[in-house]
């Protein structure tokens, strides 16, 4: 992994599926999940985000933000949030700029098969700027509750 936690989180900015554009100095004073997943409207991808939007009101209290972040086009982006009914941006990286920097386009193995792509992982970094937690082995089913468990914690501590 190249990033570490407690380190400043590289900035970035890319387009969401409306063509906004996001920059991670701009959630600067929030917290944000920053979570990376291979591709839109796939199994696992898609438990992902229906678990963020199902959970988006409980990051909205505790003033955190979701960005989804992949290789998939903004066009790609668009379609999987409009069948969806996903309501946080989801920011394509279709020049693997930010994967690339975030140390997670790298090989994977998926029912025996290698192959490059984007490692399933996410960032949750502190309103000063700083990744505070690391996931590596994402549970798609998951993954939102655990993120707010945590997220509780850090706020409590």
Avoid at 120 to 140: C, H, M, Q, W
Wanted: glycine share 6%; proline share 4%.
């Amino acid at each position: 992994m190249i990033i570490q936690e407690k380190q400043l989180a590289p900035d970035f900015s890319l387009s969401d599926q409306g063509g906004h554009i996001h920059a991670l100095v701009d959630y600067r004073g929030k917290w944000v999940l920053l979570y990376f997943y291979p591709k839109d409207d796939t199994p696992g991808c898609t438990t992902e985000a229906c678990g963020m939007r199902d959970h988006f009101p409980d990051f909205t209290k505790l003033s955190a933000t979701v960005l989804g972040v992949s290789v998939d086009s903004v066009e790609s982006h668009l379609k999987f949030a409009d069948k969806y009914h996903l309501t946080f941006p989801l920011l394509s990286d279709e020049n693997k700029d930010v994967v690339m920097r975030y140390g997670v386009w790298r090989e994977k193995v998926t029912m025996g098969k290698k192959s490059i792509g984007t490692k399933r992982t996410s960032f949750l970094i502190d309103p000063e700027g700083r990744v505070a937690k690391i996931y590596e082995n994402v549970k798609p089913e998951l993954h939102a509750q655990e993120v707010l468990k945590n997220l509780n914690e850090l706020q409590a501590a």
